[in-house]
């Protein structure tokens, strides 16, 4: 496996239509061009630094949820195999390999249509001010960490800091229409119960994640990624202790140094030393091979 970090593609010739915190993105005609870089950040900041193979986790952990979920929902993938991409990508194969994914278009649905299993994140704040989340009554008495009685589907957009903001469920239908945003919060519940029953399986809690979908021809696809660390809280079932936060498989060890700093949490971020890049990357990697049981190819 390379051990290079990537944190900015660079590909002459090939329109770049957007970068994102992690991804780039170029367009290719109908099809689109993701490259998952090594970029990390915390509290809405980039980082200077790259975490090793955390592009590659994150475009190979989609892949196997794409995967799994075949049966379940359509998704935008058109193929990651850098050797059937356009003759004009065939140059940048070095930058490819094992962290891209040629895509289709689609017209993205303006949410995120986020499911959770747990009381956890903003949605522990937004219970312990109201007993609801996203306006969704809870049972009292609930703990940090503790297991809902049911998913619940609490939509969110993005705010204009980069913050992700829960709506309710009336909103998400006036983006979405009355229909789809039907379609999406059953079709977000089901395949999050088939990904937390089948994680279970591996040892791992799956708190919460995010999805986003698209249209394709007026059909609802998976689109983006696809239950990564990075959109999801992954807990090893073996240390659960509901009453407070929980050991996670994500960029925990950098948003725990970067709270030991004196730093206000804006651009631009510190540099990370070598022991917190280390210890992400090796967190990233073991989310990997124990959701799929294989090591990063």
């Known amino acids: 496996m390379p051990s290079s970090v990537l944190t900015e593609s660079n590909l002459p010739g090939i329109p770049l239509l957007a970068r994102g915190k992690v991804r780039d993105i170029y367009s290719l005609g109908d099809q689109l061009l993701f490259i998952a870089t090594d970029r990390i950040s915390a509290f809405d900041c980039i980082l200077p630094n790259g975490i090793p193979g955390k592009g590659r986790v994150l475009t190979q952990m989609s892949l196997f949820w794409f995967d799994f979920f075949r049966d379940d929902v359509a998704n935008h993938v058109v193929t990651a195999d850098v050797a059937n991409y356009p003759t004009e990508l065939q140059p940048f194969a070095d930058q490819l390999e094992g962290r891209s994914m040629l895509v289709r278009r689609a017209e993205m649905v303006g949410a995120e249509c986020v499911a959770r299993g747990y009381v956890s994140g903003s949605g522990w704040k ?59 919060r059953d079709l977000t519940l089901r395949i999050y119960s088939k990904a937390a029953a089948y994680a279970e399986t591996r040892g791992i809690l799956l708190a919460d994640t995010k999805f986003e979908f698209g249209l394709i021809d007026g059909r609802a696809v998976l689109a983006d990624e696809v239950l990564t660390p990075d959109s999801s809280r992954f807990w090893p079932k073996d240390s659960y202790a509901p009453g407070g936060p929980q050991k996670s498989y994500d960029k925990q060890f950098v948003r725990d140094y970067l709270e030991t700093l004196d730093w206000g949490k804006r651009p631009p971020a510190p540099p990370l030393p070598g022991h917190v890049i280390e210890r992400t990357a090796a967190k990233y990697r073991e989310a990997y091979r124990v959701l799929t049981g294989k090591p990063l190819p």
Not at 127 to 151: M, N
Not at 157 to 181: M, V, W, Y
Request: proline letters at 12%.
């Open 126 to 184: 937004d219970y312990k001010a109201t007993g609801a989340i996203c306006g969704i009554p809870l049972p009292q008495g609930l703990r940090e960490s503790d297991r809902l009685p049911e998913p619940i589907f609490t939509p969110a957009t993005k705010a204009q800091s980069g913050h992700d903001e829960n709506i309710p469920f009336a909103d998400f239908c006036r983006i979405a229409g009355p229909a789809l945003a039907e379609q999406l």
